[in-house]
């Protein structure tokens, strides 16, 4: 059961990182396996048996929903605009009781401030920056054309760095970033068609574009060891502030989420639907934590 359910969460943590406004870092904090990726990210040239034992199922789970259901998510958002991101509310919320325990609860050895204004400090900050950035119109910029060369190659190995940071640090939504600067099309539709050439067989095509994406690849690859590095050894040596400031990017999660929707999907039927769908949500991850 355990198993089946950390494949879950990672389906929920892929689709969350192709979503705009939604981030799947804080969404992993909400299901309570944060900490664990990030230790198994990191200790992954030491404990390399025991880390990708840790990894594979969620790994599994975030290409299964990236590949997989981002179809089926793009039908849901088309379809019910309301109802399926106050899902994704519900799935955050529902870590609410893991993170204030975190908080109350301090860890032995904790080098957080002891005040209580530092903790509110934290919070607050948090939540007026993630709310500032919630706000920001995720307009495309112009699109690039993805192509060969030193110079588009660095850019791409250091958008790759930027991408893993945006999954890695929570509250930040990697998918608007590259909206604005133009880059999340290119990407998604090379990606596509990458996997596509694989599913036909036809290998020249899926090299050529393997060839392309190969310094993205290599840019993720190091961002995800270096911003884990940065998020463990915050969680480590101060956690409990750690975990305030992460309360405020819960709390501004529902603007993030929220705003972008026009006003004509908030009928009375949808809110109601949508309440449902947030409770059903709620309650999902708040028996995924008793599971685990």
């Not at 032995?108 to 919070?123: I, V």
Request: hydrophobic letters at 55%.
């Amino acid at each position: 059961m355990d198993y089946l359910s950390e494949i879950i969460k990672g389906v929920l943590i892929g689709t969350a990182n192709i979503l705009p406004g939604i981030s799947g870092g804080t969404l992993a904090i909400s299901m309570g396996v944060y900490e664990q990726i990030l230790h198994a990210l990191t200790h992954l040239h030491r404990e390399t048996k025991k880390s990708l034992s840790t990894l594979f199922p969620y790994i599994l789970g975030i290409i299964g929903g990236i590949v997989g259901l981002s179809f089926t998510m793009e039908y849901l958002f088309e379809s019910w605009p309301l109802q399926t991101n106050m899902a994704f509310m519900g799935l955050i919320f529902g870590g609410l009781p893991a993170i204030l325990t975190q908080i109350r609860l301090p860890r032995h050895k904790d080098g957080s401030p002891g005040s209580l204004t530092a903790l509110a400090a934290a919070f607050f900050l948090t939540l007026v920056i993630t709310t500032a950035l919630s706000l920001m119109k995720a307009e495309h910029g112009p699109e690039v054309t993805l192509k060969l060369g030193l110079l588009p190659s660095a850019l791409l190995f250091l958008i790759g760095v930027m991408s893993a940071g945006t999954m890695i640090v929570p509250g930040i939504s990697g998918t608007m970033i590259l909206m604005m600067i133009g880059y999340y099309k290119p990407l998604l539709s090379a990606i596509n068609r990458t996997l596509l050439s694989l599913i036909l067989a036809d290998f020249s095509a899926m090299l050529s574009q393997a060839v392309i994406l190969f310094p993205f690849a290599i840019g993720l690859a190091a961002g995800f060891y270096l911003f884990a590095r940065l998020m463990e050894t915050l969680f480590d040596r101060f956690a409990r502030i750690t975990y305030c400031a992460v309360l405020g990017l819960v709390f501004s999660s529902p603007i993030g989420i929220l705003a972008d929707l026009p006003r004509a999907c908030f009928t009375a039927k949808a809110m109601v639907s949508g309440l449902g769908c947030f409770l059903a949500a709620l309650f999902f991850v708040l028996w995924l934590g008793h599971e685990q």
